[in-house]
């Protein structure tokens, strides 16, 4: 089959090698958080200053972190894949724009940003936001971290759905599997006739539903896949 329209998804486990820590397993982030103390809007109402501290300290740490092997393999396949192409992460993170691609929707936010509870304005953002700064659009001390947490619509779907309905191939790199909508995007593409592969360092809760899965980590799979679909034009 001819590939020519592929979506991307990404996960925690494309940064993991940047140092970025990942959600679930050992290390993750869940292990020393509870989700429902820290990214829930119900958490933020609640105490709305362990919140701020929370993301206020994963925004400062981006600055100490680089793009790796994978976000730039991506960047690279953005700048020379000929048909379409649409990279969804679900991370919060700047690596993939860092690394040059620009063909990228961030579908849970950005620490990068901040949404103004009074007028709704998204701003870019890189300093805290436990100090109740004004909003730039509106001034009102109200801003919030552009995350979209528990129980909030992800952005772009509608964006997202499009291109995952017209797409030949669809890859999952480094996420478990584990958050809805983005694990079901496997099964949207499997409808729409796509293949589909998945590229993780274990196997994930949704490895049965790809056509292959390839194992390991993501700064050895991503350059190597990149570099055999710009070679052969397919995966
Ligand atoms: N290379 C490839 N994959 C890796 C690597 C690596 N070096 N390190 C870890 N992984 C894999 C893990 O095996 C795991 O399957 O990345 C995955 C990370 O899973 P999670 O921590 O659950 O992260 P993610 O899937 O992105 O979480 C989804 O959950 O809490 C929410 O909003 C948060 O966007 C996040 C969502």
Redesign the pocket.
Same mark, same amino acid.
Do not use: K, M
């Given at each position: 089959m001819t590939i020519r329209s592929i979506v991307i998804l990404t996960?925690? @486990?494309?940064s993991?090698?940047s140092g970025v820590p990942?959600?679930?397993?050992p290390d @993750?982030l869940?292990e020393g958080h509870r989700?429902e103390d820290v =990214?829930t809007p119900q958490a933020f109402r609640r105490d709305p200053v362990l919140v701020q501290r929370f993301y206020d300290a994963r925004r400062a740490a981006l600055r100490n972190v680089m793009p790796n092997a994978a976000h730039l393999a991506l960047a690279r396949l953005d700048a020379e894949w000929p048909g379409e192409l649409l990279l969804v992460t679900? +991370?919060v993170d700047d690596l993939h724009e860092r690394a040059g691609s620009r063909r990228l929707l961030h579908m849970?936010g950005e620490l990068n940003s901040a949404l103004c509870a009074a007028c709704g304005a998204a701003t870019p953002w890189t300093g805290d936001l436990g100090d109740h700064p004004p909003c730039p659009r509106c001034a009102a001390p109200r801003l919030r971290p552009d995350i979209v947490w528990f129980g909030e619509m992800p952005y772009h779907m509608d964006r997202i759905g499009d291109a995952i309905a017209a797409c030949d191939l669809f890859v999952s790199i @480094?996420? *478990? @599997? =584990?958050?809805y909508p =983005?694990a079901g995007f496997v099964e949207w593409a499997r409808d729409a006739g796509a293949s589909t592969l998945e590229l +993780?360092?274990?196997p *994930?809760a949704g490895t049965p539903m790809f056509d292959e899965a390839r194992h390991g980590?993501?700064?050895q799979l991503v350059p190597a896949w990149v570099e055999m679909m710009l070679r052969a034009r397919s995966y």
């Open positions: 996960g925690a @486990g494309i993991a090698e990942t959600f679930r397993g @993750g869940w989700v =990214a679900q +991370n849970h @480094g996420t *478990s @599997g =584990a958050v =983005a +993780n360092l274990d *994930s980590p993501a700064t």
